[in-house]
């Protein structure tokens, strides 16, 4: 699929059928992660690919918003491997791991596979169900599997603010 269709067409999905994520689609949908960029080339994300019964009931534990996807991933990053900005105020490891979690949700959109970002749980919940050491932070979950009939994106998923808006030109 082009690059502007994907980013286009993708929306959240609320809804999945029982159809489960083929393993070379997974692949190709972590991979898109691997390559993702990190601050100074850190690689500090952990992706944990929660497909167990156990493991989707921890999830449907922490939050409603599983809604039936056969496939979680659980998307933290190593706190004592972050690169820290000048000041000492902030350091990378949110935003690697966003940026590692984004290329993910575009690269299942590309495999046609649906996807849907979750931080509606509460993080320590579900970082101890998971048994994450603790220089781990979790940062989010994502859905992935095939949308059931009927789903589709909810009836604002189109409406933008126009460039002027949210952008400035100096």
């Known amino acids: 699929m082009e690059f502007k269709e994907v980013v286009k067409n993708r929306y959240s999905c609320k809804k ?3 159809r489960p994520v083929e393993k070379e689609k997974l ?3 972590l991979e898109a992660g691997r390559l993702a960029p990190t601050a100074k080339n850190l690689q ?3 992706i944990y690919v929660l497909q167990s019964a156990e493991d989707l009931a921890a999830v449907d534990a922490v939050t409603p918003c599983r809604y ?3 496939v979680v991933l659980a998307v933290a990053f190593d706190k004592n491997n972050v690169f820290v900005y000048p000041g000492g105020k902030r350091d990378s490891g949110a935003e690697d791991a966003t940026i590692v979690a984004t290329h993910m949700i ?5 495999e046609g596979v649906d996807s849907c970002w979750i931080n509606y749980f509460d ?3 579900m970082a101890e169900a998971l048994g ?3 220089n781990e932070e979790l940062l989010m979950l994502m859905d992935l599997g095939y949308a059931a009939e009927g789903a589709g994106p ?3 998923h189109t409406s933008r603010k126009a460039l002027g808006e949210t952008v400035i030109f100096r």
């Open 123 to 125: 993080m320590d919940k």
């Open 68 to 70: 039936g996807a056969p």
């Open 16 to 18: 999945y059928s029982g």
């Open 132 to 134: 994450l050491p603790e």
């Open 27 to 29: 692949t190709a949908i």
């Open 106 to 110: 575009l690269a299942a959109a590309d």
């Open 44 to 46: 500090e994300q952990r």
């Open 154 to 156: 909810l009836p604002n």
